[in-house]
């Protein structure tokens, strides 16, 4: 078997470690690019003295200079309490990201993945959300350094598959969590998560019936890695995500059953252009990719929460 050598541009972050990780196992070489903005080494000890993984400290927004046949773009902020710190710079990420990404793709003719988001739909008005859906953003808000970078990057991946004939893939995650969001990460499940173990309290924002449909990370990868293994004319955008839906109200309720928590709930201003509803469509992923996601939520929280319990017990 021909060994790749595949870059992962994010991957000490969440997903990307658990990314390196299964690439590493199928027998890879992995390089790790990484500015460490949001991610830890702490992700990625276990791999540093692993003959097949190496680590570059850089920014993608800067030209980046490697020798590699496969290219994974995870690189960017996805909690909206950091990519709102500095809106500025997570626009750079996604949009100077991509041409970056997409610069050294054309130049060594190796395929490459976008990690793209749900949040393309914005607050969505067709539901669940299909491919096919142009969805409804906000490009001046908050949220739109993410939102509208993201989109921005797929209109670069697509455009340089049209112009150049770049082999390109577009993943659109939904909201994905797992051991290794890091506790102050300020996404749903981990705020959730720690509150209920540490005993404070849980903090829902507006009245907690805005729903949103969460997958369990080893489905995602699985999902990435399929995607980017599918012939040359699937491009994507394709859906990952796990259509169980929940509301916020029915998580927190989850997470205090799972921790036998005593923390009581409290009820926070809901944050501007929250989206109301989330769910995917994911046929296009059971047909091109025959790929579901196999995790109930019940059981992933499980995973996760002793993930929680043993990194707090260390602290
Ligand atoms: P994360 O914040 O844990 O990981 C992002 C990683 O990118 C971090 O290691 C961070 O340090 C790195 N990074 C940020 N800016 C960078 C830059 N300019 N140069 C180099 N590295 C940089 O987030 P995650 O949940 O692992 O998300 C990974 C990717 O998947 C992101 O692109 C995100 O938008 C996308 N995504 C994630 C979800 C989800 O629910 N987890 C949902 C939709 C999309
Ligand atoms: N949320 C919440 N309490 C928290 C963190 C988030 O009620 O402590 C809500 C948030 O308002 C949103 C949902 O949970 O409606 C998911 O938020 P997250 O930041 O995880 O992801 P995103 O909004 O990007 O889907």
Redesign the pocket.
């Known amino acids: 078997m021909h060994r790749k050598r595949i870059l992962v541009?994010?991957?000490?972050?969440?997903?990307?470690?658990h990314l390196c990780d299964r690439l590493i196992a199928a027998g890879n070489e992995v390089i790790c690019?990484?500015?460490?903005?949001?991610?830890?080494r702490d992700?990625i000890r276990h791999l540093l003295s692993h003959d097949l993984f190496d680590v570059v400290r850089?920014?993608?927004?800067q030209p980046i200079h490697l020798e590699v046949d496969e290219i994974y773009?995870?690189?960017?902020?996805?909690?909206p309490v950091?990519?709102q710190r500095d809106p500025v710079?997570?626009t750079?990420?996604?949009v100077h990201?991509a041409i970056n990404v997409l610069d050294l793709a054309r130049r060594l003719h190796v395929r490459v993945l976008q990690?793209?988001?749900?949040?393309v739909y914005g607050d969505p008005e067709v539901h669940p959300q299909p491919e096919s859906y142009w969805g409804k953003v906000n490009p001046t808000g908050f949220r739109s350094c993410?939102d509208e970078g993201?989109r921005c990057a797929e209109t670069l991946f697509f455009d340089y598959n049209r112009q150049y004939q770049l082999e390109i893939k577009v993943a659109?995650?939904?909201?994905?969590?797992g051991p290794?969001?890091?506790p102050d990460?300020g996404?749903v499940v981990s705020n959730f998560i720690v509150q209920a173990l540490s005993g404070s309290p849980i903090t829902i924002y507006g009245d907690g019936s805005q729903t949103r449909s969460f997958?369990y990370?080893s489905d995602?990868i699985d999902g990435l890695i399929r995607l980017m293994n599918t012939p040359e004319d699937v491009t994507g955008p394709i859906n990952l995500g796990n259509p169980g839906e929940f509301t916020m109200l029915q998580l927190a309720e989850l997470v205090v059953e799972l921790t036998d928590s005593r923390s009581p709930i409290e009820f926070r201003p809901l944050p501007e252009d929250d989206p109301r509803q989330r769910q995917p469509e994911i046929e296009r992923a059971r047909t091109a990719l025959g790929w579901a996601p196999s995790v109930a939520l019940r059981d992933g929280l499980v995973e996760t929460v002793s993930y929680f319990r043993s990194l707090l017990a260390q602290r």
């Open positions: 541009t994010g991957g000490a972050g969440f997903l990307g470690s690019l990484d500015n460490f903005f949001t991610g830890s992700n850089h920014d993608v927004t773009n995870l690189a960017c902020p996805a909690s950091h990519y710079q997570t750079k990420t996604s990201g990690a793209s988001t749900s949040e993410y993201k659109r995650i939904f909201n994905t969590y290794r969001m890091q990460d996404r997958c990370v995602l």
